[in-house]
Each structure stands twice: as C-alpha cells, then as structure tokens.
C-alpha cells in the first residue's frame, strides 16, 4: 500500500452558484503551484499552471501518466488563446465563437513559452475552454491557464463523479473540488487544426456531424481506430478508460446481437461467473436472468444518456466485482460514435462483428 501523502481538502461545491470562497482557494493553490481537482462539463480535471513547472510534472507523478502524453490547456475565454498558441487562425476563431465554451479541444502550434510538460515535447499545444459554472469561474480567478487531463489514475474511466476523483485521488494532491456528476460524461473532442483539413483525433461531445455544419461534408477528417500503437493523439494508444474485468464489444444488428449475447451470458452464469452486461433500455427483455448485472445505456436513440452513464457503470462494475463484460455497440452517429469509441477503448480493441 500506498502511503497517503498529505491532506486533501475536499469541498462540496454548488454547480450551478459556486460558493466565491471556495473558488478563491482553488485558486490560489493552483496559483502556488499544487494540484486542483475541478469538474467541467465532460470529466473532472486535475490542474495545474502552466508556468508552474514542478505542479506539472506532478500531474503525471500522481497519476501514473506515461511522459509522452500531453496535457490539454485551459481556458476561461478565447482571447486567451493568443497567451498560448504562435498564431489564432481564422477557423479556430471560428469553432471558439461556435462550440466554446464547450467539449471541443483545438490542437494548435504552440508559443515558445509553454513548458515541454504541458505538450510532451510536442510543438503543437491542446486548448479548450470548459463550459461548467465551477471550471469557468476557477479559471478565471486564476488567470493562468491550467494545465489538466482527466482526473482519475491512469487507465481507469475518467471521473464522471467527485467520488471517483477522491476514490482516485485523495491524499495525493491538494484540492478536490465536488459539484457531483459532470454533463456530456465522456472528454471532449480533440481536433488537429494543424493539417489542412481539420482531423478528429478523438471523438467526443462536439459531433462530426456538427464540425461538418461549419466545414461542409467531407471538410472534417473522422476518427481513426486502427491503429491503436500509432494513433495521433498520444493518449489514444494506451489501454484507457478500462474497467478492471475484460470487456468485449459486439456489433452488428440488433436482434442478431441480442440473441446470441443472451445465449453467451446464460452458459456463462451457468459457470457460475460474475457478469455484466452493457446495453440498452430495448434489449433488456433478452437479459432477465437471475444473476446478471444489466447495466443500462439509456436509449439507443438518446445516446448522451449513455455517454452521460458509461464510466460511471464502468467504474460501478469495478466495485461489484464483476468478472467478464460484455458491451451492445450503440449507433456509430453523433454522440455515439463517441460512447463507441470509449467501448472499443474499454476492450482493448476486441470487437466481435455479428
Ligand atoms: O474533456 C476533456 O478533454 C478532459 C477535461 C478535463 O477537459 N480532459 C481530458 O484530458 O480528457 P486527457 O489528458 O485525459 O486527454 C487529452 C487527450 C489525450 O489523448 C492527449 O494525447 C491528447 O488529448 N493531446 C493533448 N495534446 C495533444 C497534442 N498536442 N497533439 C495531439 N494530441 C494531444
Ligand atoms: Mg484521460
């Protein structure tokens, strides 16, 4: 076991009013150089200044990060955006008006002055501007930009609930602040505005659907998912947001599905495993056995309720004890392409096409 460190204060703080004195703490930690836990609108964030060196290089101690893995930068407004990036181009001006503040995170060349910690040596530098009262508030009490990838140990689901980020964090770093469970649920679309057509390097809450409204259809590269040792956001190529049991996708009609995972799932009960299954509201008849763990992705036509609930069932998963899961891909449209992509991530890439 771990030794626990220090002290963490943990402050139960109001979404939607933040209290002004909580606010002014987080603040002055984080201008001091320790680590804040905060939530935005998709995951909860740990941060840190960008021009604290020593509190950079933290995140990735108490987290377990591999080095090579850059850190997104955060803003409170989009005139911030020239403190970080060589030069503002026209598009990125163009998507701040539209989706900030929000789930979309802009790769950009970088400014000299940002730290290697914060980019992993890259010269191309990840911003967003988070669209959460408590995230939006903190920042701009600090006025430094911060510095934070998701809030949890690395490879486990990112926090979705302040109780995930003090199961995962507490006595390593100085703050957490709680305002419960976060909006979207899964992190923010990372574009690469740095290739001439813009490429989606991670599917999230801004849709390709919807960065296809401003560049046109076919003006937006989508998501690769191949290439899992080579992938162009760093971050994608580690086993990520994993539960602790294995997980398979399966994809393909839905009765087809259905019916052959009910089979699967009885011989396995029968076996006596632990197992859980990931599907939605309309597949439930198929599942009622005595034994099973259905855990629900809301509707397949409403897949924000899925994404807003899959690390949060990922990680309640964990806690039961559950031995094998197995996972009903959701349509790969709008949000689902993004609750697909943390499925195939969950699975290590193992896809079952029914
Ligand atoms: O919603 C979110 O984006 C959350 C909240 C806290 O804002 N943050 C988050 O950070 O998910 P993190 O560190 O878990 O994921 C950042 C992703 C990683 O896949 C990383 O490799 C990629 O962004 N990234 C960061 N800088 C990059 C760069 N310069 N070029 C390519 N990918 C980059
Ligand atoms: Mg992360």
Redesign the pocket.
């Known amino acids: 076991m771990l030794k626990t460190e220090m002290i963490t204060e943990i402050i139960k703080i109001n979404p939607n009013a933040p209290e002004e004195q909580y606010l002014e703490k987080a603040a002055d930690i984080l201008r001091q150089g320790g680590l804040v836990a905060f939530p935005?609108e998709?995951?909860?964030?740990l941060g840190a200044c960008i021009n604290n060196r020593d509190g950079l290089k933290r995140i990735f101690t108490v987290k377990g990060r591999p080095g090579d893995?850059?850190?997104?930068t955060?803003l409170y407004t989009w005139e911030q955006l020239s403190e970080i990036v060589l030069e503002v181009p026209e598009r990125a001006l163009v998507l701040a008006k539209k989706f900030w503040p929000g789930?979309l995170?802009m790769?950009l060349p970088k400014k000299e002055t940002i730290p290697p910690e914060v980019?992993?040596g890259?010269p191309?530098?990840?911003v967003?501007v988070?669209a959460h009262p408590v995230a939006l508030e903190m920042l701009r009490k600090t006025k430094i930009p911060v510095a934070?990838?998701?809030?949890n140990l690395s490879g486990r689901p990112?926090p979705t609930r302040g109780s995930h980020v003090i199961s995962d964090l507490n006595g390593k770093i100085e703050m957490i602040l709680d305002a419960g469970a976060t909006g979207v649920g899964l992190?923010?679309t990372?574009l690469?505005l740095t290739s001439p057509r813009p490429r989606i390097?991670?599917p999230?809450g801004v849709t390709l659907e919807m960065l296809e409204g401003v560049f046109g259809k076919g003006g937006v590269e989508a998501p690769q998912f191949t290439n899992v040792k080579r992938p162009?956001?760093?971050?994608?190529k580690y086993r990520h947001y994993a539960p602790k049991a294995p997980l398979c996708l399966y994809s393909g009609p839905q009765e087809k599905i259905n019916r052959i995972l009910s089979e699967k799932v009885e011989e396995d009960l029968k076996a006596g495993k632990k197992i859980g299954i990931l599907a939605y509201d309309e597949d439930r008849s198929y599942y009622e056995l005595p034994g099973l763990h259905f855990f629900s992705l809301g509707t397949r036509s409403h897949p924000e309720e899925g994404a807003e609930r899959l690390f949060y069932l990922l990680r309640l998963s964990d806690e039961i004890g559950v031995e094998y899961i197995y996972a009903v891909a959701p349509p790969r449209i709008g949000l689902g392409e993004a609750v697909y992509n943390r499925l195939w991530k969950a699975s290590g890439g193992k896809v079952e096409e029914i």
Not at 42 to 45: E, F, H, L, N
Not at 148 to 151: D, F, L, N, Y
């Open positions: 935005t998709t995951v909860y964030g893995n850059p850190l997104i955060h789930p995170t790769i980019t992993a890259l191309t530098v990840a967003r988070p934070a990838p998701s809030a990112s992190e923010s990372v690469d390097l991670r999230g162009l956001a760093p971050g994608m």
